[in-house]
């Protein structure tokens, strides 16, 4: 929510025409909402921010960032590999930036530990070009439409109902 970036997202969201969310951290530092947040969401934990940015997206554009945006990348390529998630595009954006990071995950995660395969490396998507990072986007998103039609048509198909359906307003 803060500059940079995410004040570019909110402000293309607003002029789009859509409802620009901001989801704020209290950092002693740097953060603070930005004059383009139709909704200010205020964390004070990452952990809960990344939930919320996880149940919300259908996609990660990450650029250049320090530790939570670290966090924020391992947290949803994981699910991805796991298949919490699916059809779920994670892109990196600027390469030489994710260049030193991929090459150790590949030559030491892959290659002489074994803890990753080549095929899970490919879950994240590197450019420098914004058209090619909007259809690789654009393809996920389409992915996820089309996963969920074919779930709404499957009479076998039971969805999750959330515990306050269930069991009232009181039990969450």
């Not at 859509?18 to 969401?41: K, W």
């Not at 954006?93 to 990071?101: A, E, F, N, T």
Request: contains cysteine; hydrophobic residues 40%; neutral net charge.
């Amino acid at each position: 929510g803060g500059p940079g970036i995410m004040e570019a997202a909110n402000k293309g969201a607003r002029a789009g025409g859509g409802t620009s969310i901001g989801c704020n951290i209290e950092l002693p530092f740097e953060q603070r909402p930005n004059a383009y947040q139709d909704v200010a969401l205020q964390f004070h934990y990452f952990f809960c921010r990344k939930t919320i940015f996880l149940k919300y997206s259908s996609a990660f554009v990450i650029f250049p960032g320090g530790f939570g945006t670290l966090d924020e990348l391992f947290e949803a390529a994981t699910l991805l590999q796991t298949h919490k998630v699916s059809n779920f595009p994670i892109v990196l954006y600027g390469s030489d930036y994710w260049r030193g990071m991929l090459d150790w995950i590949r030559e030491t995660m892959c290659r002489r530990e074994g803890c990753l395969s080549p095929r899970e490396l490919e879950l994240l998507r590197v450019t420098d070009d914004l058209g090619e990072a909007e259809r690789v986007v654009m393809e996920g998103i389409a992915a996820l439409h089309r996963r969920r039609e074919r779930l709404a048509a499957d009479p076998s198909h039971r969805p999750v109902v959330p515990l306050h359906r269930v069991f009232g307003p009181d039990a969450v």
